[in-house]
């Protein structure tokens, strides 16, 4: 037909047009990964890798031990040994609604070692070292926008240990008495953290821990041939750590 302008305008052309113009509301729009609701995808199991710093200070504190003639003990020492941490771990999380909570388990790798000399009347020769540690936390959080999950956590730590304290009459000279907390030590951890969801599949997370691996006396006796010595120490291991990690939820 014929319009007023006198412009012609096909009826099958203007059928065609007002069909492209349709949108049919009872279809879905498909989510783009900006826009996907993350309700509920940080729940099941998931499994990971991280790398941070570790900060590891066994603080030696002396005492007078009993039954030695002529009992000594050095003044109270702080060592402390930074380095790196890396490893893995694995976990599950339940939501409900925006709020999650979830069970974890992690064990790294430590580099932190350090060797420290000081002279107070006696040479002393102490090191502070860590050579793993891990954990098996529960985490709770809130999952703010869908995408971002802010946690506190907390539960079991344990490290393997290498912390001591040795005397001896001059560098060159033999030691005389070791002070020593080695081996796998257990506490506890708390601390936080942040997890971002990149997709439906993978998240990254930073977080910080607090921990306190517990105390354990140690005494050394020693006999100059006539008087005994003896040498008190309790050794408490604790530090912190900060990492971030990369996780891979199935």
Do not use: C
Not at 54 to 81: K, M, V
Not at 123 to 143: E, K, P, V
Not at 147 to 166: E, W
């Amino acid at each position: 037909y014929v319009s007023a302008l006198g412009v012609s305008v096909s009826p099958v052309a203007d059928s065609a047009f007002a069909a492209d113009l349709y949108v049919d509301k009872n279809v879905a729009p498909t989510p783009t990964i900006t826009d996907m609701d993350f309700n509920g995808r940080w729940e099941g199991f998931y499994v990971g890798v991280n790398a941070g710093l570790i900060s590891h200070q066994p603080d030696f504190d002396g005492f007078l031990p009993s039954g030695a003639d002529e009992p000594y003990s050095w003044p109270n020492q702080s060592g402390l040994a930074n380095g790196g941490l890396f490893g893995g771990q694995i976990g599950y999380n339940w939501q409900f609604d925006h709020w999650v909570i979830g069970a974890e388990a992690d064990i790294g790798f430590s580099t932190a070692d350090n060797v420290d000399n000081f002279d107070l009347e006696y040479i002393w020769r102490q090191r502070s070292a860590i050579d793993a540690f891990g954990t098996a936390r529960i985490r709770a959080g809130y999952d703010f926008d869908n995408r971002a999950l802010i946690y506190l956590t907390g539960g079991l730590a344990f490290g393997d240990v290498n912390n001591a304290i040795q005397g001896r009459t001059g560098f060159g000279g033999d030691p005389y008495s070791w002070s020593r907390a080695e081996g796998w030590k257990f506490g506890y951890a708390v601390g936080g953290g942040a997890e971002v969801a990149i997709n439906d599949r993978w998240s990254v997370k930073g977080e910080g821990l607090y921990y306190d691996l517990g105390e354990e006396d140690h005494v050394s006796d020693y006999d100059d041939g006539g008087d005994t010595y003896a040498w008190g120490s309790r050794v408490e291991s604790r530090g912190f750590v900060g990492r971030v990690g990369l996780n891979y939820r199935f």
